[in-house]
């Protein structure tokens, strides 16, 4: 049962990771691929309707994290305060952002959600680097199970860390890298002329960048937490993961070179996915691991909230799940295909008095 | 450590009290939504389609602020109550992963539909988003306040071997004995802060001579669903509430009541200052033998005063509390008063020409807020010193490794920070106020 849930919690983050990856990713492209206001609405168009419901997979997985493994969530959170703490500004920041820009129709407020916009995405894509950083080198955890970590110490990796250390940072240009490529891809499918050109071209680079980057984090992950490779040599099988990471990268240079935008966007989307579950592939069964001493780590038994719980949880979770992804998959479909500007999409949705003409159907 | 739990608590109630003054906005406007959209569907022209869509912008800039200022909460368990998460995550953990997967999935979902699919789908679609975001938003109540009420009276729990907390009935978590009366008490408070809302938007269009079709219905719904719910808050399930808190939680109803010491016909006190140390109430105005009438339904029944428990089972803020419930019941007298007297004069057809009644309800506005914010400080400091009921204290629940100023300054950051957002909402509505609905006559018109 514990394994479930493991396997859930990761399902839960790395399809966040992938839904509001784009999200994040279109907050830092904006600035490079939208020229006008024009432009800017039809980028913010592209994520404001489903932006809010791809966020919710961070906060179900949090409770999913706290209903399943209790001590972990306690530890953890409390253990990166500060950060964790910043995370909710930023994410405020950025939520606040897409929502309001609209609101009035004044060059300046715009100006100044869109520095914001694009200030919170780029910076909540270098702290989840980080996060994910932090959780393969490991955090300094007592006997009792807490610990507490600073933004950053002296930079390395070593028995005392902070959040922020070479290793870390490296991990946080990946993210910030590998966001703003998915976010690009997402674009060009998303826009047409101009917009969508200057996405393909943003992608296009970040994709030669992000080869050179995977192909340089993947040694220095096991380096760093040698103990990740034990699970690899134990069930091969697991090798899948990364390889279909790797395929998906070289899969998408392909397809970016053809401009198939659909296809590339899936690929990154896979890319992400490959990574993120073949670092938990390697993690497993420990959630947080101990720098001090392995015998603290704290894995899925020895946080498990309790058999009886999780097995009453299974049952509610999973019928929950399918509908959310039912309904998910239904309103994606819905808003499927470029973002036209004049179909009422734009993100002045709340000025009432922009109506645009229209006879809807009864 | 002393100065750490003191910044935890206080921002705790910082981000709880400010996030609540949204979501009892979005919850108490998603059933007139619902309403609206309907009638939409059953009328041949497109009034309601604009009351609604209207309202719907109201209600989305409302859900935003929620949406952003709820996530804190969510993580505050971890961050600041590590000790509490750690003890009590096997039994609330369900109901806060409920909350997630069941009810804010729909919400977050639905909104992003209603929003930006007005000129794509048909109403029917966005009456079912409408529908969606109701249940979507009042289940979200629901486990939020499941999770509230097992910490008032915890239930269905089981101690582990190594003395951590494990649910031992998902069922009896859901179905808590506290939870029923607590829930019905919410849930008409946010339809009353709803209503209010809904008739002063209305008020101040009449009175300003403006979009004069969409203020009757606005006053109309308002004043009918305000006058109904308001009574509904106060009895039954006011009520019972306080009946449940005397039977559960006897001191604190003793000191939210301000009853210092034992009493065969206890009173009511309507008006007067506690002193602790004198354990006396000054300057008293009393209705007597009202507590034991409405508590035990006898006017000579024994109710339990503060003297009967030790001092350190007592609340460790009586004042605070007494005048939070108090604040609660005499605003919520007033709200009933206040729509009681719209109703009456809506049914003699009077209410739209009556200014002096529309100035009332318009400057009403701000009372349930109060009145709903005074009421979750009656529930939550009279907890106190418990974090769970009987079970942990909330000195033993805190982060054990979070220090005061680390606390301390996340907590300057939120007070800063909320300034802002609560000025910047502020702004926000009395902007999409002024501009106000989309009259039919206008309608396809593009301006701006």
């Known amino acids: 049962m514990e394994t479930f849930w493991f396997g859930a919690v990761t399902l839960m983050l790395a399809v966040y990771v992938v839904l509001d990856g784009y999200d994040f990713g279109v907050g830092m492209v904006s600035?490079?691929?939208?020229?006008?206001?024009?432009?800017?609405?039809?980028?913010?168009?592209?994520?404001?309707?489903?932006?809010?419901?791809?966020?919710?997979?961070?906060?179900?997985?949090?409770?999913?994290?706290?209903?399943?493994?209790?001590?972990?969530?306690?530890?953890?959170?409390?253990?990166?305060?500060?950060?964790?703490?910043?995370?909710?500004?930023?994410?405020?920041?950025?939520?606040?952002?897409?929502?309001?820009?609209?609101?009035?129709?004044?060059?300046?407020?715009?100006?100044?959600?869109?520095?914001v916009f694009a200030v919170t995405s780029a910076l909540l894509a270098v702290v989840f680097g980080a996060a994910l950083g932090n959780l393969v080198r490991g955090v300094p955890l007592n006997a009792e199970g807490y610990f507490f970590v600073a933004l950053w110490t002296n930079f390395l990796p070593g028995p005392e860390p902070g959040i922020l250390d070479w290793f870390t940072l490296l991990l946080a240009l990946t993210s910030v890298v590998l966001l703003t490529l998915h976010g690009a891809n997402f674009l060009a499918m998303k826009t047409m002329n101009e917009v969508q050109a200057r996405a393909r071209r943003v992608a296009?680079?970040?994709?030669?960048a992000t080869v050179l980057l995977v192909a340089s984090v993947l040694p220095v992950l096991s380096l760093v937490q040698p103990s990740l490779r034990l699970n690899y040599d134990?069930?091969?099988?697991?090798?899948?993961?990364?390889?279909?990471?790797?395929?998906?990268?070289?899969?998408m240079?392909?397809?970016?070179?053809?401009?198939?935008?659909?296809?590339?966007?899936?690929?990154?989307?896979?890319?992400?996915?490959?990574?993120?579950?073949?670092?938990?592939?390697?993690?497993?069964?420990?959630?947080?691991?101990?720098?001090?001493?392995?015998?603290?780590?704290?894995?899925?038994?020895?946080?498990?909230?309790?058999?009886?719980?999780?097995?009453?949880?299974?049952?509610?979770?999973?019928?929950?799940?399918?509908?959310?992804?039912?309904?998910?998959?239904?309103?994606h479909s819905l808003f499927w295909g470029p973002v036209k500007p004049e179909s009422g999409d734009s993100s002045d949705h709340y000025s009432a008095r922009k109506i645009v003409p229209s006879s809807p159907t009864k | 450590m002393e100065s750490a739990l003191l910044y935890d608590?206080?921002?705790?109630?910082?981000?709880?009290?400010?996030?609540?003054?949204?979501?009892?906005?979005?919850?108490?406007?998603?059933?007139?939504?619902?309403?609206?959209?309907?009638?939409?569907?059953?009328?041949?022209?497109?009034?309601?389609?604009?009351?609604?869509?209207?309202?719907?912008?109201?209600?989305?800039?409302?859900?935003?602020?929620?949406?952003?200022?709820?996530?804190?909460?969510?993580?505050?368990?971890?961050?600041?109550?590590?000790?509490?998460?750690?003890?009590?995550?096997?039994?609330?953990?369900?109901?806060?992963?409920?909350?997630?997967?069941?009810?804010?999935?729909?919400?977050?979902?639905?909104?992003?539909?209603?929003?930006?699919?007005?000129?794509?789908?048909?109403?029917?679609?966005?009456?079912?988003?409408?529908?969606?975001?109701?249940?979507?938003?009042?289940?979200?109540?629901?486990?939020?306040?499941?999770?509230?009420?097992?910490?008032?009276?915890?239930?269905?729990?089981?101690?582990?071997?190594?003395?951590r907390l494990v649910v031992d009935s998902v069922i009896g978590l859901l179905s808590n004995p506290w939870l029923f009366w607590q829930f019905a008490h919410n849930m008409t408070a946010a339809v009353v802060t709803g209503s209010f809302v809904m008739a002063a938007v209305g008020?101040?269009?009449?009175?300003?001579?403006?979009?004069?079709?969409?203020?009757?219905?606005?006053?109309?719904?308002?004043?009918?669903?305000?006058?109904?719910?308001?009574?509904?808050m106060i009895s039954p399930t006011g009520h019972e509430n306080a009946r449940q808190v005397f039977e559960y939680q006897p001191i604190k109803g003793a000191a939210f009541e301000g009853l210092f010491r034992t009493e065969r016909g206890a009173d009511v006190v309507l008006v007067g200052q506690p002193n602790v140390e004198t354990m006396t109430i000054d300057n008293p105005l009393v209705i007597p033998s009202a507590l034991s009438l409405l508590v035990y339904y006898d006017l000579y029944a024994n109710v339990k005063g503060l003297d009967v428990f030790a001092l350190r089972e007592w609340p460790d803020n009586i004042p605070l509390l007494y005048y939070s419930y108090h604040i609660m019941a005499g605003l919520g007298t007033i709200l009933v008063a206040v729509m009681g007297l719209a109703l009456l004069w809506l049914w003699r057809g009077r209410l739209f020409q009556a200014n002096w009644l529309l100035w009332?309800?318009?400057?009403?506005?701000?009372?349930?807020?109060?009145?709903?914010?005074?009421?979750?400080m009656t529930t939550e400091l009279g907890r106190q010193p418990w974090l769970v009921y009987g079970l942990l204290h909330t000195a033993d629940g805190v982060s054990p490794l979070v220090h005061s100023g680390n606390a301390l300054f996340t907590l300057i950051g939120f007070l800063g920070l909320y300034l802002f957002l609560g000025l910047l909402f502020l702004f926000l509505l009395a902007e999409t106020v002024r501009h106000g609905p989309a009259e039919p006559a206008t309608a396809g018109v593009v301006s701006g």
């Not at chain 2, 609604?52 to 961050?79: H, Y």
């Not at chain 2, 969409?214 to 719904?221: D, E, I, N, Q, W």
């Open chain 2, 360 to 376: 009332l309800l318009m400057l009403s506005v701000p009372f349930p807020y109060i009145a709903t914010t005074a009421g979750w």
């Open chain 1, 204 to 208: 296009r680079l970040t994709g030669y």
């Open chain 2, 9 to 163: 608590r206080l921002q705790f109630a910082v981000t709880s009290t400010f996030h609540y003054l949204f979501p009892q906005l979005t919850m108490g406007l998603a059933l007139p939504l619902v309403y609206f959209r309907t009638r939409d569907l059953l009328s041949a022209d497109d009034h309601f389609h604009h009351v609604a869509r209207f309202w719907t912008s109201i209600f989305a800039l409302s859900f935003a602020f929620g949406v952003v200022t709820g996530i804190p909460l969510e993580f505050q368990f971890g961050t600041n109550w590590a000790k509490f998460s750690n003890y009590a995550g096997g039994v609330i953990g369900q109901t806060l992963a409920m909350e997630g997967v069941f009810a804010f999935f729909l919400e977050s979902s639905f909104l992003g539909l209603l929003l930006f699919g007005e000129n794509r789908f048909s109403r029917r679609v966005q009456w079912v988003a409408a529908l969606m975001l109701f249940l979507g938003s009042w289940l979200s109540g629901y486990f939020i306040l499941a999770t509230n009420a097992w910490m008032q009276h915890p239930v269905a729990y089981r101690v582990a071997e190594d003395g």
């Open chain 1, 31 to 115: 600035p490079l691929v939208a020229r006008t206001d024009e432009d800017r609405r039809l980028v913010l168009a592209a994520i404001g309707p489903v932006w809010s419901g791809n966020e919710v997979w961070l906060i179900a997985a949090g409770a999913v994290l706290f209903l399943a493994f209790p001590k972990a969530y306690a530890a953890g959170f409390s253990g990166f305060y500060l950060a964790l703490i910043i995370v909710l500004w930023l994410l405020m920041g950025r939520g606040l952002a897409i929502e309001l820009r609209g609101h009035l129709d004044h060059p300046l407020w715009r100006q100044f959600w869109d520095v």
């Open chain 2, 203 to 232: 008020a101040f269009y009449l009175l300003a001579g403006q979009h004069r079709s969409h203020a009757k219905t606005y006053l109309r719904t308002g004043v009918v669903v305000g006058a109904v719910a308001s009574m509904l």
């Open chain 1, 253 to 331: 240079q392909v397809f970016r070179a053809q401009e198939r935008d659909v296809a590339a966007f899936t690929s990154s989307s896979l890319l992400l996915f490959g990574l993120l579950t073949g670092i938990a592939w390697g993690s497993y069964p420990n959630i947080l691991i101990a720098t001090t001493d392995p015998a603290h780590s704290l894995t899925a038994t020895t946080a498990s909230a309790g058999s009886y719980g999780l097995q009453a949880a299974f049952w509610w979770f999973t019928i929950g799940l399918t509908v959310i992804i039912a309904y998910q998959v239904w309103i």
């Open chain 1, 234 to 251: 134990a069930h091969p099988i697991g090798y899948a993961l990364p390889l279909i990471a790797l395929a998906a990268l070289t899969a």
